[in-house]
């Protein structure tokens, strides 16, 4: 496999003066409204070169705002905010020269073929056309997307067209990669397949920002990351800080019968650090789930379907909103 | 087993409404939301009739038509009429139904009922022969009040009007179930645009030297456009009997292929 | 505190031509479809209204402006109409395509691109799609003898382009912030084709009744076809004309710092 995505030239890299890799992005009281309503309700974040970093949290939870305000075409509400050191209000051609950005929503050109998609982006950094050209084939090979260069975007699947707009947007190689979503809406397979190019392109020391309402994409993909609700930061850590602090080491899943798990949750809220209760089913959570599953059965309660697994990020979510992610 | 005879019994109830005025329904439902649409679409032979017919009509001297004398506003009226029910019918059947087709996918929905394909032109074509007869209706009252109109025969000319509708609906419906994309509508503009300038719209066929006149007194608007002249001048022949069979054969022709090609797209 | 290197923001025109290519593959895939609307149709125009129905006007007197034919009378008229057109056709479902369905705008700002370039290199292609338009349009009729001196002809090409941003901006800063395409159909029937009928492109405006003749000036396609026509008929009025290129020119100006303000509301919310 070649390297698509060679290290950005040393003397156009972000300089520090301090130690540390350099903060790519600082925000510190960052609003964003849209008439009455706020989107984005003052949220500090300092993002270090090299970092994975992520928002989670449902969909409304100002995390697209966010990102919007971070890839300079969404002027900030009110706070400050530097990406890359410059302040995206004045510099923002110059900071969206050193992004990539990839939409929520793919915006890549339907009628063009999928290597003119690129090279022609390519074009929009100033790149020259026999540049553009070059690495457009190297990212449509590390994308596996050779075979179909010629082919128009109409004829790709869903993931294949999320690997286009992620290639696309590496492009002007950039320091820092912008993912809004990127994998939702794509089947499982799909999925792991782009959870593993976005994988080596963090080993390659490429900045990753992305949004997602999924745990498990969050714990597969950041080094850390932020849990956004209504417009605010509710927690911030590694995912596995995020589950110790917020959440027990194991969750026993019980099912019972329609409207039961009300008035069982009672009988059984001694078992556990703490029950949640959802319409269907109770989460008990616990160190040792087996443990706590058996004592379940010691009190003559038999329910239809059990799981035992290892807490989650969607576990710290429901500790910290008492809400689930995904609705 | 009792609730599924009734509901059998049911549906045979129901279907003594032709099936096709669900389609018309649907139709209804949407335009009813984009009124300033369907009011606008009523326009555009009024303001012709205004420009040309009385604008450069006062550039031109009155000439002979079927033995009468008429002035060229009262010449150009008719076939603004013809020209606007085939404009409305072409538009209807083919953007709409394309677009239906391949981005709505309205009829892979429709036909998981009991709608059947030949339901579903039926409909398409009632309701674009509706709302081309409302603009037909609105324009021949816009002709009485300028007192373009000179004999009771007038009132024909909405039937003649629908006749022109029905013939091009079918007929472009059929063509639109064999579009592969957008560019090939246009072949569309390119068929309509020359139809509507030289079908003795604006000028009287007269002006064609030799063959060429003939030409065009094969194709379906010009048979269109000189029966609403026979009708709305009063200079009714027995020649006008030839453009009802002409566009009636046209129609059922039409028809008869959107039945078929739309079974064969959709029911695979 | 951290600091970066920063490149030099690339210059205006640097910015234009980094489009170029794509507004090439643009036009590359879409020639062909504009073929029939762009090139045939004024014809077909010319050769119904112009020929065949000039057959039955009675050309002689003053009623036609001077003009020695009504084909030589409309033939300047459809030109013009031709340039309002086309620009009205590039400005519209083009533009709220790119902001609202394949969302190409969208991708486009998210490179060093602001929406001022964006607007300006789209303008850049309709003032190419009126210039291949109506200059062929023009040369054909110009071969055919219709126009009076080749000097009054170009002049005339360049009022086409005049026209052509006289409607474009506008339309396209409209475009720019609409939420879905219905209007559209609506501003085709209520304003390009009214405007198109009753500017004096098919008949003098002074044939109309009064009031609607005064609304008749008014018309931006008016003073288009009221300048086009004095330069290929050599009937040129010099303040008419200047106040022609004025009310064209400020519709445009207009027009354009509009549309930068309404695509980056639109796309830098």
Redesign the interface.
């Given at each position: 496999m070649s390297q698509p995505v060679s290290h950005p030239d040393p003397t156009a890299a972000p300089r520090t003066s301090s130690e540390g890799p350099p903060s790519l992005i600082r925000a510190t009281g960052l609003r964003k409204s849209f008439g009455d309503f706020e989107a984005v309700r003052g949220i500090d974040l300092d993002v270090p070169a090299g970092e994975a970093f992520g928002f989670l949290g449902p969909n409304g939870a100002g995390k697209s705002s966010t990102m919007r305000m971070i890839a300079a075409v969404s002027p900030p509400s009110a706070g400050e905010l530097r990406i890359l050191g410059l302040d995206p209000a004045t510099h923002g051609p110059q900071i969206r020269a050193r992004l990539g950005v990839c939409p929520q929503e793919d915006t890549l050109d339907t009628e063009l073929s999928i290597r003119d998609n690129l090279v022609v982006y390519g074009r929009y950094f100033g790149l020259p056309r026999s540049e553009c050209a070059s690495r457009a084939d190297e990212l449509l090979r590390f994308f596996q997307l050779q075979e179909k260069a010629r082919q128009k975007v109409e004829s790709l699947s869903g993931g294949m067209k999320r690997r286009l707009t992620i290639a696309r947007s590496l492009i002007n190689q950039p320091d820092l990669l912008l993912l809004d979503e990127p994998t939702t809406g794509l089947d499982p397979q799909a999925r792991h397949v782009l959870w593993d190019k976005l994988f080596r392109l963090k080993q390659q020391g490429v900045t990753l920002v992305l949004t997602t309402h999924y745990m498990d994409e969050a714990e597969q993909l950041c080094d850390r990351l932020v849990v956004m609700d209504k417009g605010e930061i509710v927690a911030e850590g590694s995912p596995l800080a995020l589950i110790r602090e917020h959440s027990t080491r194991e969750v026993t899943e019980l099912r019972f019968g329609v409207g039961q798990h009300e008035s069982l949750a009672e009988r059984i809220d001694d078992l556990a650090e703490r029950v949640e209760v959802l319409p269907d089913r109770l989460l008990l959570y616990t160190d040792d789930g087996e443990e706590t599953l058996a004592r379940v059965h010691e009190r003559g309660l038999e329910p239809a379907a059990v799981l035992v697994r290892r807490s989650t990020l969607e576990d710290v979510f429901l500790h910290l909103t008492g809400r689930t992610l995904v609705d | 087993m009792a609730v599924v005879t009734s509901g059998l019994a049911a549906s045979a109830a129901r279907s003594r409404w032709s099936p096709s005025w669900r389609m018309v329904l649907r139709n209804y439902l949407v335009h009813r939301r984009?009124k300033?649409?369907f009011l606008?679409?009523f326009?555009?032979p009024v303001?012709?009739l205004?420009?040309?017919g009385?604008?450069?009509g006062?550039?031109?001297?009155p000439?002979e038509f079927n033995g009468q004398l008429v002035g060229?506003a009262a010449f150009v009226a008719p076939g603004m009429l013809a020209a606007s029910a085939m404009n409305g019918a072409v538009l209807d059947s083919t953007f709409s139904i394309y677009f239906k087709l391949k981005f709505e996918k309205l009829y892979d929905a429709v036909l998981a009922t009991p709608m059947r394909t030949v339901d579903v032109a039926r409909g398409e074509i009632t309701w674009a022969l509706l709302r081309g007869g409302v603009y037909s209706v609105g324009f021949l009252v816009v002709m009485l009040l300028m007192g373009l109109v000179d004999s009771w025969w007038a009132v024909l000319a909405v039937p003649a009007t629908l006749l022109v509708g029905f013939a091009f609906s079918a007929v472009c419906m059929a063509l639109t179930t064999f579009m592969r994309s957008?560019?090939d509508f246009?072949l569309v503009?390119?068929g309509v645009?020359?139809l509507f300038?030289?079908s003795a719209t604006?000028?009287p066929i007269t002006?064609?030297p030799g063959v060429l006149r003939w030409v065009v007194e094969l194709t379906p608007l010009y048979r269109g456009v000189v029966l609403c002249r026979e009708l709305t001048t009063g200079a009714v022949t027995w020649a006008s009997a030839v453009s009802v069979v002409y566009l009636v054969a046209m129609g059922l022709i039409g028809l008869a292929v959107v039945s078929r090609r739309l079974g064969a797209l959709l029911l695979r | 505190m951290t600091s970066v290197h920063v490149d030099p923001a690339p210059g205006r025109i640097e910015r234009l031509n980094r489009q170029v290519d794509y507004w090439v593959t643009v036009y590359k895939r879409t020639w062909?479809?504009s073929?029939?609307?762009s090139f045939?149709?004024p014809f077909?125009?010319v050769?119904?209204?112009g020929v065949?129905?000039g057959?039955?006007?009675?050309s002689g007197g003053a009623?036609?402006d001077g003009a020695p034919s009504?084909l030589a009378y409309i033939a300047p008229g459809l030109v013009a109409a031709h340039a309002m057109q086309t620009a009205a056709g590039e400005t519209m479902y083009p533009v709220l395509g790119a902001v609202k369905w394949n969302k190409t705008y969208l991708g486009m700002v998210a490179t060093p691109l602001t929406p001022a370039d964006i607007v300006t290199a789209h303008l850049g292609f309709v003032v190419f799609r009126v210039a291949t338009a109506c200059g062929a349009f023009l040369l054909v009729l110009g071969v055919f003898g219709l126009f009076t001196s080749v000097l009054g002809t170009v002049l005339a090409f360049f009022v086409q382009i005049l026209i052509g941003l006289a409607f474009g901006t506008p339309l396209y800063a409209y475009s720019a912030g609409l939420k879905d395409p219905?209007p559209f159909?609506?501003i085709f029937?209520?304003l390009i084709?009214?405007l198109f009928?009753?500017s004096g492109a098919?008949?003098p405006v002074s044939?109309?009744p009064d009031a609607i003749e005064w609304l008749a000036w008014l018309s931006p396609l008016w003073h288009g076809v009221d300048l086009t026509r004095m330069l290929t008929l050599g009937t040129v009025d010099g303040p008419l004309a200047l106040l022609h290129v004025v009310v064209l020119g400020t519709l445009a100006g207009v027009g354009y710092w509009w549309s930068i303000r309404r695509l980056t509301r639109r796309l830098m919310h």
């Open positions: - | 984009s300033v649409f606008t679409g326009l555009e303001l012709y205004f420009s040309i009385i604008g450069v006062q550039l031109v001297e000439f060229y957008w560019q246009d503009t390119l645009m020359p300038l030289f604006f000028f002006q064609y | 062909r479809g073929v029939i609307s045939l149709m077909l125009y050769v119904a209204m065949l129905l057959g039955l006007v009675d009623s036609l009504y219905t159909a609506v029937r209520v084709m009214p009928l009753f098919f008949f044939n109309l």
